[in-house]
């Protein structure tokens, strides 16, 4: 049996018109839908597959996060995750996250640990490293492809610049993972309907200092008024252009 | 291409907010589901449809089906959106869970429909057919025909289809000729044929369920000598094989729109070999088609919709893009500046709000008949036969208004886009092309307009419309709880004053016998019930965004677009009442022909 932890981050829809609050404090989260991270339902999915490929596989979602991160657990279970667990603690601060991640399964023989390659709110990029080295595992980033070797090992693909790495890796292993690896999967009805019986566990933060304390949040500065030209005006244009520096 | 055909949030408003769908769940008999596995699979279907539907759309339409050597091809999506449609549980999603459905609430199927068929019209017909035909068996079909082919068409991998026109039977289904000759098996030879047949025949799926409507040797002339068949394409052999059952493609119809889905002519029995299976009693067929056709009749009005939604949003991003002219500032024009996005001009947010007005308020139309299907569905014998009546009502409304007005809905959207909108570049043609055959769809907008003066408003000496207007009081009364509503429920009340005048006017002509004089304006008093009872709608919405907004939960500017969009109805669309009961009360009637001379010439 591979027991395998699907990391999950709550994040703003990819279409969501992001913004904060008034004092910039926070995400504005009125009106925003929130997703499974697409990075980490490649994970997801490739877990998944590994059951359809005739693994024996254990699969299990977990979030930190408050109750407000529960409907996209349950997504993850609608997927086909077996049971999911929700660290009740804001995820504020990566090296907090990655801690509470690797407090949870340290102990629990966890063969692979899923995440995603980032999250698309803040794109840390930084989790899934950590945990590697808490939890002393073995470490595969930017995965696109994965293929189980025998029964405790695989052969991971990851994009490298202007080329790929092909890697052997021994179980356990922490997987970010990104496009290539898997699709993602659309829950049907039957997955829905059993995923309101799935075990959901809200579990209690480790004692974890947070190190960072996020102050505000900044919209990147405007663009620069546009300039109308008229069509026979090309000199004035190119004059601009000129008094700026362009050319 | 615009980049999104539904407003998710409209859609979650009207299901939670407005219709109230957890009414619907406390209900024991939808007890698997819960809001959240709701909301759940509203995202289920909005990925599907960018997956498998969206991106195929404007495709679809340029590689229409095409009939070589007998055989009809239709568009490489069609059968992996089937798969997925089968293994995502939609197809059966309404039906029984013992019958391997997933029992949900009909407001979850309208809304699942509702984003699919905005996605791409052209394809949902395949589904949209399958689920129409389960349905019937379902219904009336025998414990083994449930076994036989339910599970099959759940999976998606055979197609259902209605077989109900003939060349001589259209509208006029008392005349249909099929014939189904009685055989020692206990099944019947079918000889005929059937034409406008969607989806009728293709090679991408395993097998066709032909629904079809015919005659027993010898039964009545007239309605009642009709009977309800399965016939197969391919039947079950002796050793349980699938066999060619002699039904056969003879043409395949060239359409205007929704060209994805094949429109074919069949032929039963060429080599009179053609086995129908009973559904039911003999000659009760067209009352179980009814059933159904009740069904596919707010499907209808729902597709519609949905297509007026895609086209509204495609127009809207449009009108936010297009820069064109300058507004005016102290009475001049500063054509030094840089030209303003045309939804900045009066007329072009006019033709918008008109479209937002009719989608917006059409769906709510059809959420409420659906939410009328689930608590009849689910309730005791009073309750079911309480908003049987109400959806009985209703019906034919929800049919017709989304697929009159959306068509002029449409009509404004490729108005926004100017030239633009006339070609190819982009989808506005193809939508205005697509919707084009919804007042014909399951009775023409003049058949449902004589279903509801001749028979819905009268049925049970008026106790359908006493019922709504019950409903619409309910509205009333919160609404009068704010004043800035209240003006708008004091029109409502007028209109509702109008229509008793203009029935009070009419009903006489049928008491007395003169059904042509009653029926001859019934489309013109369709219309403007239909103006009546989509402001009721837009009031409801009207109240909820209210609450939300005095409360001070949600998104603000959604809600206060709300009350804007129900305001622009109340001063736009609902004065149109005017001249349409001024009509309605005239006594010059110059439609019906006459013995002695035709004046139409």
């Keep these: 049996m591979l027991k395998i932890l699907v990391c999950i981050s709550?994040?703003?829809?990819?279409?969501?018109?992001?913004?904060?609050?008034?004092?910039?404090?926070?995400?504005?989260?009125?009106?925003?839908?929130?997703?499974?991270?697409?990075?980490?339902?490649?994970?997801?999915?490739?877990?998944?597959?590994?059951?359809?490929?005739?693994?024996?596989?254990?699969?299990?979602?977990?979030?930190?996060?408050?109750?407000?991160?529960?409907?996209t657990l349950r997504k993850a279970l609608a997927i086909g995750a077996d049971d999911a667990v929700r660290i009740d603690a804001p995820a504020?601060?990566?090296?907090?996250?990655?801690?509470?991640?690797?407090?949870?399964?340290?102990?629990?023989?966890?063969?692979?640990?899923?995440?995603?390659?980032?999250?698309?709110?803040?794109?840390?990029?930084?989790?899934?490293?950590?945990?590697?080295?808490?939890?002393?595992?073995?470490?595969?980033?930017?995965?696109?492809?994965?293929?189980?070797?025998?029964?405790?090992?695989?052969?991971?693909?990851?994009?490298?610049?202007?080329?790929?790495?092909?890697?052997?890796?021994?179980?356990?292993?922490?997987?970010?993972?990104?496009?290539?690896?898997?699709?993602?999967?659309?829950?049907?009805?039957?997955?829905?309907?059993?995923?309101?019986?799935?075990?959901?566990?809200?579990?209690?933060?480790?004692?974890?200092?947070?190190?960072?304390?996020?102050?505000?949040?900044?919209?990147?500065?405007?663009?620069?008024?546009?300039?109308?030209?008229?069509?026979?005006?090309?000199?004035?244009?190119?004059?601009?252009?000129?008094?700026?520096g362009l050319i | 291409?615009?980049?999104?055909?539904?407003?998710?949030?409209?859609?979650?408003?009207?299901?939670?907010?407005?219709?109230?769908?957890?009414?619907?769940?406390?209900?024991?008999?939808?007890?698997?589901?819960?809001?959240?596995?709701?909301?759940?699979?509203?995202?289920?279907?909005?990925?599907?449809?960018?997956?498998?539907?969206f991106p195929h759309y404007e495709d679809m339409d340029r590689n229409e089906p095409q009939l070589e050597g007998g055989e009809i091809k239709v568009h490489h999506s069609v059968r992996p959106y089937l798969d997925a449609m089968g293994e995502g549980g939609w197809i059966g999603a309404v039906a029984p869970m013992d019958l391997g459905g997933m029992q949900i609430p009909e407001m979850l199927g309208v809304s699942a429909a509702f984003v699919m068929a905005a996605a791409n019209n052209g394809a949902t017909g395949f589904n949209g057919l399958t689920t129409g035909a389960a349905n019937l068996i379902v219904s009336f079909g025998s414990a083994e025909q449930k076994e036989k082919y339910l599970p099959k068409m759940f999976e998606g991998s055979w197609q259902g289809t209605m077989a109900l026109t003939e060349p001589q039977a259209g509208s006029s289904l008392s005349d249909i000729q099929t014939t189904a000759t009685p055989m020692p098996d206990g099944s019947y030879r079918i000889r005929g044929q059937k034409i406008y047949i969607s989806a009728g025949d293709y090679t991408e799926t395993e097998n066709v369920v032909h629904m079809l409507l015919a005659r027993i040797d010898g039964a009545p002339l007239g309605t009642k000598g009709i009977s309800l068949f399965i016939v197969p394409k391919y039947r079950e052999g002796e050793h349980g094989e699938l066999v060619f059952n002699d039904v056969t493609p003879a043409g395949l119809y060239h359409k205007l729109g929704q060209k994805g889905t094949p429109a074919t002519h069949l032929m039963y029995?060429?080599?009179?070999?053609?086995?129908?299976?009973?559904?039911?009693?003999?000659?009760?067929?067209?009352?179980?088609?009814?059933?159904?056709?009740?069904?596919?009749?707010?499907?209808?009005?729902?597709?519609?919709?949905?297509?007026?939604?895609?086209?509204?949003?495609?127009?809207?991003?449009?009108?936010?893009?297009?820069?064109?002219?300058?507004?005016?500032?102290?009475?001049?024009?500063?054509?030094?500046?840089?030209?303003?996005?045309?939804?900045?001009?009066?007329?072009?947010?006019?033709?918008?709000?008109?479209?937002?007005?009719?989608?917006?308020?059409?769906?709510?139309?059809?959420?409420?008949?659906?939410?009328?299907?689930?608590?009849?569905?689910?309730?005791?014998?009073?309750?079911?036969?309480?908003?049987?009546?109400?959806?009985?009502?209703?019906?034919?409304?929800?049919?017709?208004?989304?697929?009159?007005?959306?068509?002029?809905?449409?009509?404004?959207?490729?108005?926004?886009?100017?030239?633009?909108?006339?070609?190819?570049?982009?989808?506005?043609?193809?939508?205005?092309?697509?919707?084009?055959?919804?007042?014909?769809y399951e009775g023409t907008t003049g058949i449902q307009s004589q279903d509801l003066l001749g028979r819905k408003v009268v049925i049970k000496n008026g106790k359908a419309v006493k019922l709504l207007m019950a409903e619409i009081q309910k509205?009333?009364?919160?609404?009068?709880?704010?004043?800035?509503?209240?003006?708008?429920?004091?029109?409502?009340?007028?209109?509702?004053?109008?229509?008793?005048?203009?029935?009070?006017?009419?009903?006489?002509?049928a008491m007395q016998g003169k059904i042509e004089r009653y029926l001859s304006d019934a489309t013109l008093f369709m219309e403007l019930f239909g103006l009546v009872v989509v402001a009721w709608q837009w009031l409801k919405q009207g109240v909820v965004a209210k609450q939300h907004l005095v409360s001070g939960k949600d998104d603000p500017d959604f809600m206060e677009s709300k009350l804007h969009t129900m305001k622009f109805f109340y001063h736009y669309e609902l004065p149109k009442t005017l001249g349409l009961a001024e009509r309605l009360l005239d006594d010059t009637v110059l439609t019906i022909a006459e013995d002695t001379r035709e004046l139409v010439n």
């Design chain 2, 475 to 509: 509205t009333l009364e919160a609404a009068e709880a704010y004043e800035d509503l209240r003006p708008y429920a004091e029109k409502l009340r007028a209109k509702l004053e109008t229509v008793q005048q203009i029935l009070m006017h009419l009903v006489p002509f």
């Design chain 1, 92 to 244: 504020n601060d990566s090296a907090f996250v990655a801690r509470q991640i690797a407090a949870y399964a340290k102990g629990k023989e966890f063969d692979l640990i899923f995440t995603g390659k980032e999250s698309i709110d803040f794109n840390g990029s930084i989790v899934p490293g950590m945990v590697a080295e808490l939890m002393d595992f073995a470490f595969i980033s930017f995965a696109t492809h994965m293929e189980m070797k025998g029964d405790n090992s695989a052969t991971f693909h990851r994009e490298i610049d202007g080329g790929m790495e092909v890697l052997d890796a021994t179980f356990p292993v922490v997987v970010s993972c990104q496009k290539g690896i898997s699709e993602w999967r659309i829950p049907n009805m039957r997955g829905i309907m059993a995923a309101r019986k799935k075990p959901l566990a809200k579990v209690s933060p480790a004692e974890v200092r947070e190190y960072v304390d996020p102050v505000k949040l900044t919209y990147p500065p405007a663009r620069g008024n546009t300039q109308y030209f008229e069509p026979e005006d090309a000199q004035g244009l190119v004059g601009t252009l000129i008094d700026k």
């Design chain 2, 269 to 440: 029995g060429e080599k009179d070999d053609c086995h129908g299976y009973l559904v039911g009693e003999p000659h009760r067929g067209l009352s179980y088609m009814f059933q159904m056709m009740n069904e596919a009749r707010l499907l209808v009005g729902l597709g519609a919709v949905s297509i007026a939604s895609a086209a509204y949003h495609a127009s809207l991003q449009y009108a936010k893009e297009r820069p064109q002219g300058r507004r005016y500032e102290d009475g001049k024009r500063d054509l030094t500046g840089p030209q303003t996005p045309i939804i900045n001009h009066p007329d072009v947010r006019r033709m918008l709000l008109l479209q937002k007005a009719i989608v917006e308020g059409g769906l709510s139309l059809v959420m409420e008949c659906a939410r009328y299907a689930d608590l009849a569905k689910a309730g005791d014998e009073e309750t079911r036969a309480h908003y049987e009546l109400l959806l009985d009502l209703l019906t034919p409304v929800a049919k017709t208004y989304p697929s009159e007005m959306g068509i002029v809905s449409i009509s404004q959207g490729l108005q926004v886009l100017g030239g633009g909108g006339f070609c190819k570049d982009f989808p506005l043609e193809n939508y205005y092309r697509d919707i084009r055959i919804y007042p014909i």
């Design chain 2, 1 to 53: 291409m615009a980049r999104e055909y539904v407003n998710m949030k409209n859609l979650r408003f009207l299901l939670h907010d407005v219709h109230q769908i957890k009414e619907v769940l406390a209900q024991p008999y939808y007890a698997e589901h819960d809001l959240e596995s709701i909301d759940m699979m509203l995202d289920a279907v909005k990925q599907l449809s960018d997956t498998y539907l």
């Design chain 1, 10 to 71: 709550h994040v703003p829809d990819t279409t969501t018109k992001i913004k904060f609050e008034a004092d910039g404090s926070a995400l504005d989260r009125t009106g925003v839908t929130f997703v499974i991270n697409p990075y980490c339902e490649y994970g997801l999915s490739r877990a998944i597959g590994l059951r359809e490929e005739g693994k024996q596989v254990s699969i299990t979602a977990l979030c930190v996060g408050g109750p407000e991160v529960e409907p």
